[in-house]
């Protein structure tokens, strides 16, 4: 949600910074602007829409700075235009601004500003801030922008410089994230690390209510207060290239295709199949407060949330501990019940997301023990956990999550056979049998994938279709919903995810030969009742794409070959199944996106990481 970007060093900061907005896309793609100072003289150049508006704006009027900020906007507060992109400035134009957030009190801000004499020119937000630092400007940008933050509400990432303060940027952070990339006489602040991975590998991550003076030979880092904090880099050990597309056409296309390796690597060290046991020591002191865990709550959102649904059904089956699951936007807002011994799990590909973390912190505040499964080392949610358990897909850059998904249900996997194993309710033998199995699912996944290219048929007919119903039970019904999400989020095609045995009270009525209606039939406890219901939809006219397991001979005989479509995967234990069921849903909301012409990395108004609420 935004990108932002940020240069001080003797390079030209322009491309610096616009190729560190592209690595950011994926945050926003509303519109994208760059402000550079030169001599003394500070230059704006804005562009309504994708990067490459801007690219070419920049390439038919090329601009140059010492030092500079960048930013791409996913729109909060006013329409998606150039007047309303960033960076934003004060009247004189002296001062500029980047953010990422919402500053909740802009309204009467705006209003006392405007009293005063500023213009606004602009719907946003964040003009406010430009505004309220210049009425506070003595010359010294640090005590200024120091200053307006005590009077800001909400929540931000902010970057800003003064023209007249050579080689200095101000960065602030409450809650959106932001990290500092260090180099040699050269400094760079950034949204997220891959936009500066060509720079640089060191990095400071700022924490909430830091504030940061950088110029080309110095990071200063203070907290809320301007007491100097000593805090050390990290070094980045992945390599840039798993941030590229590796010749793929789009991201999400590579990143179904990485769910093997991601699955392999979220298992690597963790599973001992000869003694039968999880180890997840890098939980900490938390792995031993396991053992005293009565009730898990698991809080998400989107297709975390879905692995969280999936996450309840692995812990009830293979841990026995109760579980329930809540978005993470619902969690605050009703009364949650926080007994003794509960543990609160947070799943979260980017470890940003502000209703996510909303939930975590106030299931922490009532007592909960804070776990958190999470993609991004470093991020505000695995600083704030007790334990983090880290899925290792390696950087998505894709809006619609893929392999961070399977990544998340192994997480999973491995905490309620650990809490089984704790808890004296999974025997040895039992857990040494379920870790075989799961240990073969990358394999199988490989072997699953390998249907990309039949996915056209299947493809060409759900791209002209306006409506779309998946269907699955049990541990499948959340792939059924994550099987929805997907194709609604890239292919814009209404589609919506059912328990296969609530049709009958209501979605039935929606069957008729025109809505595809894909079901998920794994062989196992639900198999014979999945079946009945595909009959259902086949004794009114429905057409049915059925996802089976391999060798499977029941499914087609209910089907018509010239009208319904089956996919099969590798079978699996039945609590492993649904990293290979969503794979065929990943590619079929994916192939269908590409045959709709549709942008598939960066779909109409989304994210990737939602840090308001
Ligand atoms: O980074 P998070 O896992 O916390 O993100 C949660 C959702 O915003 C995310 O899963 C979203 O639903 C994706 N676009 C789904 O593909």
């Not at 609160?344 to 009532?366: M, N, P």
């Not at 470093?378 to 399977?406: D, N, Q």
């Amino acid at each position: 949600m935004c990108g932002i970007v940020g240069y001080v060093g003797s390079r030209d900061a322009v491309p610096v910074i616009v190729e560190g907005l592209r690595q950011l896309e994926y945050r926003g793609y509303d519109s994208a602007g760059v402000a550079v100072v030169r001599d003394g003289t500070l230059q704006r150049r804005r562009s309504v829409g994708k990067l490459c508006n801007l690219e070419d704006s920049l390439r038919a009027e090329p601009l140059a700075g010492a030092f500079g900020i960048g930013h791409t906007r996913w729109a909060t507060h006013g329409r998606p235009s150039e007047e309303n992109a960033h960076p934003h400035q004060d009247c004189k134009g002296k001062i500029v601004v980047v953010h990422n957030g919402i500053i909740e009190n802009y309204l009467p801000l705006k209003t006392r500003l405007a009293a005063q004499g500023h213009k606004f020119v602009t719907q946003t937000d964040t003009e406010v801030v430009a505004h309220l630092v210049e009425s506070l400007y003595k010359g010294d940008l640090e005590d200024a922008v120091r200053r307006a933050l005590g009077e800001l509400e909400g929540i931000y990432a902010l970057v800003l410089l003064h023209k007249d303060e050579p080689q200095k940027l101000i960065a602030a952070r409450k809650g959106p994230p932001l990290v500092v990339g260090l180099g040699e006489k050269e400094h760079f602040l950034a949204s997220d690390i891959p936009a500066l991975l060509s720079y640089t590998r060191d990095f400071l991550f700022l924490d909430d209510g830091d504030v940061v003076v950088v110029t080309p030979d110095s990071v200063k880092l203070t907290d809320s207060s301007g007491r100097v904090v000593k805090r050390d880099p990290q070094r980045i050990t992945w390599d840039p290239i798993q941030a590229e597309k590796g010749g793929y056409r789009h991201f999400m296309l590579k990143e179904i295709h990485e769910q093997p390796r991601a699955v392999r690597d979220t298992l690597l060290g963790r599973i001992g199949i000869e003694d039968g046991e999880v180890h997840l020591e890098e939980l900490g002191a938390a792995e031993e407060e396991l053992k005293r865990a009565k009730r898990v709550m698991l809080v998400a959102c989107g297709t975390s949330w879905h692995a969280a649904l999936v996450g309840k059904y692995l812990l009830e089956q293979v841990a026995q501990v109760p579980a329930e699951v809540d978005y993470g936007s619902e969690f605050r807002y009703r009364n949650p019940l926080v007994g003794p011994a509960s543990l609160c799990v947070a799943i979260t590909q980017s470890g940003e997301t502000a209703d996510t973390l909303a939930a975590f912190r106030e299931a922490k505040r009532l007592g909960a023990l804070p776990i958190a499964i999470c993609n991004v080392q470093g991020s505000m949610i695995t600083r704030e956990a007790a334990g983090t358990l880290l899925t290792h897909a390696g950087p998505e850059i894709g809006v619609a999550s893929t392999k961070a998904f399977t990544a998340q249900i192994v997480a999973l996997a491995l905490l309620a056979l650990r809490l089984g194993r704790l808890r004296g309710t999974l025997t040895n033998e039992r857990c040494r049998e379920l870790l075989e199995s799961l240990a073969r699912v990358p394999h199988l996944m490989e072997n699953a994938l390998a249907m990309s290219g039949r996915m056209d048929d299947a493809a060409k007919w759900l791209s002209r279709s306006p409506n779309m119903l998946y269907l699955g039970r049990g541990v499948n019904y959340p792939i059924a919903l994550e099987g929805a999400l997907k194709m609604k989020e890239i292919s814009y095609i209404h589609a919506e995810g059912y328990p296969a045995g609530e049709m009958k009270h209501g979605p039935i009525a929606l069957i008729d030969e025109s809505l595809p209606v894909v079901a998920l039939c794994p062989r196992g406890r639900v198999y014979d009742k999945m079946l009945s219901n595909i009959q259902e939809v086949k004794a009114r006219g429905g057409r049915v794409i059925a996802i089976t397991f391999q060798g499977d001979t029941e499914v087609g005989k209910v089907l018509e070959a010239d009208r319904d479509l089956i996919f099969d995967v590798p079978a699996v234990a039945e609590v492993w199944s649904p990293l290979l069921m969503v794979l065929p849903l990943q590619l079929m909301a994916y192939h269908t996106a590409v045959r709709a012409g549709r942008d598939v990395d960066q779909p109409r108004n989304l994210a990737k990481s939602v840090t308001v609420e």
